[in-house]
């Protein structure tokens, strides 16, 4: 392995104020960002990532390979709940391995977020539909989840509320901001998009550090209370991601050979989804164990990939 690109990913700025946030809860520390302006960074993220998604896209036109690649993305976030769902169910109940199935099945818009960011420290920029790609990919999950709970869960007083759940899917913030603002972008005129390239472009970095700085004390914080699930939660969420992304950072070659493309799909499947499903599951699935699922994905698979995921994942679409 190339120790350089993951000595390169150690030292990123963005990634050590992640690790100063979680360091700061344990050494009991009054650091905190306000609510409002951790949400402000949040929305400025997606928006950000979205307009310049969409200006890319415009540059870029539709090609049979960008439809392959959407309905590639979409099968990922199909297929993966599957699979996890049968792993989990060996030893979860079925209302906790449908929504952390749903979870991995979903995407993180953050690791995506900072992704981008590793990807321009390797001298390459990230094509338009990528993001088109992100934003599909976070609801099929949701909807596989919640039909895999409904067939296996017996306890038929406890039926789920699929209607509110998959319409929340596709109308979740998140989704629709990074939607709305990549349809802005490619359909801004170019010229007067160039106006607020300093605000989409200049303080993206400087937005992500404190984002980041954000999620690593929310991250510090919930680690407390997991290690008492016991080691199959904390396994499963270092070594799924890992193996999704490697596996689809190998396959994804079939649907395209552009390096950042590949890269992309495997962050993707390695990621798992802190915001979207949470949200979902909490309307239609009470049942499940947020304390369970939310941790595994942002306190334990989002560091494991920002600081090992990625590097490797980057190699293997090099070398393959």
């Known amino acids: 392995m190339n120790y350089n ?11 050590l104020f992640f690790v100063l946030g979680i360091v700061a809860v344990y050494l009991k520390s009054d650091l905190e960002i306000p609510a409002n302006s951790s949400k402000f960074i949040s929305l400025y993220l997606l928006f950000a990532i979205g307009f310049k998604g969409g200006q890319a896209l415009s540059h870029e036109g539709l090609t049979v390979e960008i439809g392959w690649s959407m309905l590639f993305g979409i099968s990922i976030s199909s297929i993966i709940p599957i699979y996890t769902f049968f792993i989990l169910k060996r030893k979860l109940n079925v209302y906790d391995a449908g929504a952390i199935a749903a979870a991995y099945g979903s995407v993180s818009a953050v690791t995506f977020v900072t992704a981008i960011s590793y990807l321009e420290s390797q001298q390459l920029s990230l094509h338009g539909h990528m993001v088109a790609i992100m934003a599909l990919m976070e609801s099929p999950s949701i909807v596989i989840g919640l039909i895999l709970i409904s067939i296996f869960n017996k306890d038929t007083s406890n039926k789920i509320n699929k209607k509110s759940a998959i319409a929340h899917s596709f109308t979740n913030g998140s989704v629709l901001l990074i939607l709305g603002s990549l349809l802005i972008g490619f359909l801004a005129n170019a010229k007067q998009a160039e106006g607020i390239k300093p605000f989409t472009n200049d303080l993206f970095k400087g937005f992500l550090a404190i984002f980041l700085l954000d999620i690593g004390i929310t991250s510090g914080r919930k680690l407390k209370a997991f290690f008492s699930f016991g080691l199959f939660p904390i396994l499963f969420a270092i070594v799924i991601p890992i193996i999704n992304g490697c596996i689809i950072a190998i396959i994804s070659a079939y649907v395209t050979h552009d390096i950042a493309n590949r890269f992309m799909f495997a962050v993707l499947a390695a990621s798992a989804s ?35 995921g990625l590097p490797i994942y980057f190699l293997i679409v090099q070398s393959t």
């Open 274 to 308: 802190y915001i979207a499903v949470p949200a979902a599951m909490n309307i239609s699935v009470p049942k499940a164990n947020p304390g369970l699922f939310l941790p595994m994905a942002l306190a334990v698979t989002f560091p494991i990939n920002i600081t090992i």
């Open 5 to 15: 690109l993951l000595i390169d990913n150690l030292t990123n700025p963005a990634l």
